[in-house]
């Protein structure tokens, strides 16, 4: 089934199954705006601000693209009701942000029918082009894919769906080289059957071109009798394309699959890795990094657990560059959305969750933000909380070109049952200054960033300084390897940084330089 919605405010799609006749809006949302709260994060992310965005019932924040004037577009999903089969009962949301968070706009595109946004795009010409889903029948309980592209203020210009007779879910929409479009989920064209006491799935990923009026050029589909999950999806050099998700050989035991086609969407390769051998396993989102390689974030053992955070680098032939893994047994990591920073290496974000996972209502989740370096070493984590909220998990992020981040996902009030659309945004890393009437609140330890690691600062004495790194155990005496550097306290005035080889501390000092 494809249907298309011409440009005008009141659009009507049949929904298949008993002729379901529902109107598709585009209405203005209602959401409650938090007031800021700013929170102080260790180094090198410094102050953050938080603001939620929500009704009465659950609202999510799922994708963000951040804007030149420091603002974003926000995508999610508002009142929703709580599982109701296979739809995702709700509002699909958009929230046009400024760099405060402050509400510009929003609008929700799905008045009438049950719907979510989940990935948005800013688009060559004017405006964003947006992905998700939409009811395609209440009496069939399945939902279609759902394109649709907004100018800058947000009315609706054109949308489409794509489905069949099953349960058809959007996740990843990416521009291409052409001025068309290229999307990313999952077509369902059955219920799940039962085979020998095994419950399997018939669920195929599938892969939508389009040209740049989001009508469809060609469509494939590519599964092998069980249930495959198409999450994301970019375009490579050479034109054709690399995707990732789940494949499900039965409803507990999921890999990672990862699969390279050619621009006609002809398979050239395809990989798996079953991180978790009987354990839930999956990706949730790639990219294409500046070194010529593909990087997947996901999460390992989603069933049992205990979940562990799971960044996956190959090159663009599918083999293996490294696999590492975040987390440990007392708590549960994961990762959904992963970015290549402005240094080169890797930001990811999730959330981070302790308790009993058996117990409903016992686990705590937490924001979490990880740094490596383009080898997948951790640079440094931090876990976001605070009382004003009951639980946070970041569903996506970007990086801001002036410095800082931005980040989305979903956050429960202290005061509320449900849980908001949550915006952050972290201060780029200051400057540190020290100067004679400073100095003296450093005298335990500072801790400043180099791009790659966070350092302390310690001062010894008056005149003995040592810099521990945060890999290492013991600090560096930097007067024992310099014996000839002498300087006081009073002297410093600018921690400037490290140098490439991260032994040798530069300190502007009120009479001379000196490197130690």
Known sequence: MMCSLTRRTLCAVVAIGIGVLAMVICSIGASKVSDPVVITLSAPLGNATLRTYGEELEDFGYDLVALKDGGALMVGQANNTGPDGRIFPGDAR??????????????DYNSGIDGLLYSPIQVSDV??????SVVGSYVRNEDDLYLLKIGEGGDLIWSHTFGGPGDDVGKMVRQTSDGG??????????YPSYRNGIHLYQNDLILIK??????????????????????????????????????????????????????????EWSRRWDLDPGERDGAFDLILTSDGCILVCGIQSMNVGPRQAVLLKVDMNGNEVWLKRFGGEDVHTGFWDVMEDRDGGYIACGDLSSGNFEVRGSCSSKGLILKTDRNGELLWQQVVSTPEYTSMMFSSAAVLP?????????????????????????????????????????????QFYDGMHVFKLVFLSDTRLAVADSERSAPWNLEAEQPSVEFTRSEIRRVIGISPDRTLLAIYTSSRDLEI
């Open 94 to 107: 958009a929230l046009r942000l400024d760099a405060e968070g402050n509400v510009l706009w929003e609008h």
């Open 402 to 446: 002036e410095g800082g981040y931005l980040f989305v996902g979903r956050a429960t009030p202290a005061s509320a049952a449900h849980s908001d659309m949550l915006w952050m945004k972290t201060e780029p890393a200051a400057t540190r200054v020290i100067t004679p009437e400073t100095i003296a609140s450093l005298s335990e330890a500072s």
């Open 181 to 190: 479009f290229i999307v990313v989920g999952t077509r369902a064209d059955d």
């Open 127 to 132: 405006g964003f082009v947006i992905l998700g």
């Open 210 to 267: 389009t040209d740049g009026e989001g009508n469809e050029v060609w469509s494939r589909t590519y599964g092998e009798g069980m249930l495959y999950l198409g999450w994301g999806v970019e375009q490579t050099p050479d034109g054709g394309y690399v995707l990732t998700g789940w494949e499900a050989k039965t409803i507990d035991d999921r890999d990672v699959f990862l699969l390279k086609t050619n621009e006609a969407g002809e398979v």
